[in-house]
Each structure stands twice: as structure tokens, then as C-alpha cells.
Nanobody, 125 residues
Framework: QVQLVESGGGSVQTGGSLRLSCVASGSTYSTYCMGWFRQAPGKEREGIANFVTGGGGIVYADSVKGRFTVSQDAVKNTLSLQMNSLKPEDTATYYC??????????????????WGQGTQVTVSS
């Protein structure tokens, strides 16, 4: 079991920045995939930054590439998402996720078994 708790969401204006954090606990040694997803009302959950733990490269969605950056503190079991140049279309609930089984890319939501509770990000124009 892996528990994930996100924090750092809020409301900002277009062009602003936010930093989300995700603290993992439990059997964190067993994670294979980790990443961030988001879901806007009426839309499907979208993977925005995903990677294979232990050295895999981070795959960013085209919609956030160049603006969002993932970092990981293995000692603190914390995954962060720095979001810059925010746009109204970034408005969504953001989720941290972890998977414990092999997946070739760790991009799809099906690779993830554990999810945080979500944190709301609202960007106003």
C-alpha cells in the first residue's frame, strides 16, 4: 500500500506560478511508476508528467512542456510539480499517482494503482 497526499493548490491569475507537493508513505520502495495527472470538469483524466522510478526520463504532456517541471526528493519521499506561466486551461484537479507493477511507459492512468485525494488549481484570466 502506498499513501499519497497532495498539497499546494490554489487560485492564481494567468501567468502566475504554483508548486504542488505530494508526500508518499507506506510501501514507497515498491513503486515503479510515479506521476502527476489532472482532470478538468467534463474531461478525461490527463497524464501531464510521468516517469519510471529509478532512473526513467520524465514524459511531459505537450500541453505543459516547457512550463511544468517535476522534481523528486527521495529522502523525504516527496514529489513536486512546479507550474509556471499558468493558463486558464490549466484549471483542473491535480492528482499525484503511483504504480507498483511494470509498465513500459508509465504514461497511462492504467499503470497507476494509488492516487492522492487531489488538489484544485484554478487559473483566472
Amino acid at each position: 500500500q502506498v499513501q499519497l497526499v497532495e498539497s499546494g493548490g490554489g487560485s492564481v491569475q494567468t501567468g502566475g506560478s504554483l508548486r504542488l507537493s505530494c508526500v508518499a508513505s507506506g510501501s514507497t520502495y515498491s513503486t515503479y511508476c510515479m506521476g502527476w495527472f489532472r482532470q478538468a470538469p467534463g474531461k478525461e483524466r490527463e497524464g501531464i508528467a510521468n516517469f519510471v522510478t529509478g532512473g526513467g526520463g520524465i514524459v511531459y504532456a505537450d500541453s505543459v512542456k516547457g512550463r511544468f517541471t517535476v522534481s523528486q526528493d527521495a529522502v523525504k519521499n516527496t514529489l513536486s510539480l512546479q507550474m509556471n506561466s499558468l493558463k486558464p486551461e490549466d484549471t483542473a484537479t491535480y492528482y499525484c499517482a503511483a504504480g507498483t507493477t511494470y509498465d513500459r511507459t508509465c504514461v497511462g492512468a492504467s499503470a497507476y494503482r494509488y492516487w492522492g485525494q487531489g488538489t484544485q488549481v484554478t487559473v483566472s484570466s
